[in-house]
């Protein structure tokens, strides 16, 4: 079993910063998973926005959060985190972490957290 839990989600104004973190649990949870970070906005698909490999050497971002998002991992915690900077109302939307055993960071993931909201106002 793996279980995800995120936490680290609120309201921000614009420019402003949110750093969201997730624990992971569970005897079938590996270091060597990937971890990333999902965001689903009213009406639009769940897009990745984040992922990072067990050592943090292989990263990949969506290109809109590129310059202005870092996601980090401390693996003795078992938890991956999402630092987001210069926030835009573009960025509102609940966001997901999620893991996979699979080596390829973007996914099929097949652990999910259960969504933090961030709402960035304008």
């Known amino acids: 079993q793996v279980q995800l839990v995120g936490s680290g989600g609120g309201l921000v104004q614009t420019g402003g910063s949110l750093k969201l973190a997730c624990v992971a649990s569970?005897?079938?949870?590996?270091?060597?998973?990937?971890m990333g970070w999902f965001r689903q906005a009213p009406g639009k698909e769940r897009e990745l926005v984040a992922a990072?490999?067990?050592?943090?050497?292989?990263?990949r971002y969506a290109p809109s959060v590129k310059t202005r998002f870092t996601i980090s991992r401390d693996n003795s915690k078992n938890t991956v985190y999402l630092q987001m900077r210069d926030l835009k109302p573009e960025d509102t939307a609940v966001y997901y972490c999620?893991?996979?055993?699979?080596?390829?960071?973007?996914?099929?993931?097949?652990?999910w957290g259960q969504g933090t909201q961030v709402t960035v106002s304008s």
């Open positions: 999620a893991a996979t055993p699979r080596p390829v960071l973007t996914g099929p993931y097949e652990y």
């Open positions: 569970g005897r079938t949870f590996e270091s060597r998973f990937i």
């Open positions: 990072s490999s067990d050592s943090g050497l292989t990263t």
